[in-house]
């Protein structure tokens, strides 16, 4: 078995259940009203508000299940594609739009409605899987002639489907031979990454500091990094200046933490200080005060395990895919 629990019941016996698992989230509703609205999405928020209505006559070119697909349908998603770095030939399109009709019917089925702030989510999980800011997505978006309807629309159904997929999954988790397999697999110990301890030192600034006063705490961070050579010795100097913090001492792994303070900690030798940088409270400084590697897989088990899950329910969200497609009564009508 892939994953414990991995046997999803047949939807025909899950259905209640999952609409009572579905409703707890605060996502049921009427599935008449929804359904009526789903191509109308209100805006997430004001800088998604953009696009226009089309002024000629639509060509229906094709339909799923009863479900109309346009000429300027077409248009519009090959648009998008383009822009989410995908195939985008009119066949392509096409099928895109097949999708977003199948998991729209399918969600509607189980009563899943996305809140606004929940589209907003898929585009940043899209933005972030692209590498580029979620504004640069949508400013792309907005250049390529893509109408807000059209592109709320389909990261509406692809957040609706995610959540009904993850819900089905409800309860599957990878194995202890899957996490054990898979640990080995990324060298054993190494897999638990490298273990680091560090202090925050801040340097305390008012929010309406002046630029002189700012330069004057920069200089004596400056100077203080530059007398720093180990924590213990450090940090009693970083205590005696006036208005300074020093935090209590944080241990986290390479696994735990994001990419840009792994790569900063890296860089910073063992009982030294990293460049001062601003923040709300001031200047923010990380004294390095010990790294090596992890003692304790715990860190390095979660990050597999979750990762097996998601592989999972990726793999589940295409099989169920595939088979409402093979079971699709679709019309082409035009080319």
């Known amino acids: 078995m892939f994953l414990e629990g991995a046997a999803i019941p047949k939807e025909d016996r899950e259905l209640g259940t999952m609409r009572n698992n579905l409703d707890a989230r605060g996502i049921g509703g009427v599935a008449g009203v929804w359904f009526k609205a789903c191509l109308v999405i209100v805006a997430a928020t004001v800088a998604l508000i953009f696009g226009g209505g089309q002024g000629h006559a639509q060509a229906i070119v094709a339909s799923i299940n009863g479900d109309p697909i346009t000429d300027i349908d077409i248009d519009q998603r090959m648009k998008l594609l383009r822009v989410l770095r995908k195939p985008a030939t009119r066949d392509a399109a096409i099928e895109s739009l097949f999708t977003d009709h199948l998991e729209n019917r399918e969600t ?51 957040f609706a489907f995610d959540l009904l997929v993850q819900a089905l999954n409800k309860g599957v988790e990878a194995s202890e031979e899957q996490v054990r397999a898979e640990i080995a697999k990324q060298g054993g110990k190494a897999a638990a990454g490298t273990e680091y301890t560090v202090r925050q030192v801040i340097f305390t600034l008012p929010s309406a500091a002046t630029p002189a006063a700012m330069m004057e705490r920069g200089r004596e961070a400056e100077q203080l990094r530059g007398k720093f050579t180990s924590c213990d010795t450090g940090l009693p100097l970083a205590r005696a200046i006036n208005d300074v913090t020093v935090r209590e001492p944080l241990t986290r792994t390479s696994l735990e933490i994001n990419e840009g303070l792994r790569q900063l900690l890296d860089k910073t030798p063992v009982g030294h200080l990293t460049a001062p940088q601003r923040s709300s409270s001031g200047l923010e400084m990380i004294a390095l005060c010990n790294k090596g590697p992890a003692k304790d897989d715990t860190a390095a088990r979660t990050v597999i395990s979750q990762k097996l899950l998601a592989s999972h329910i990726a793999e589940d969200r295409q099989r169920r895919l595939k088979e409402l497609r093979d079971r699709a009564v679709v019309v082409k009508t035009g080319s």
């Open 108 to 158: 509607w089925k189980f009563g899943v409605v996305p809140r606004d702030e929940d589209i907003t989510q898929q585009i940043i999980k899209t933005a972030d899987e692209m590498k580029i800011q979620p504004q640069a997505l949508v400013a792309a978006i907005q250049g390529a002639g893509v109408t807000s309807d059209h592109f709320k629309a389909h990261f509406r159904a692809e």
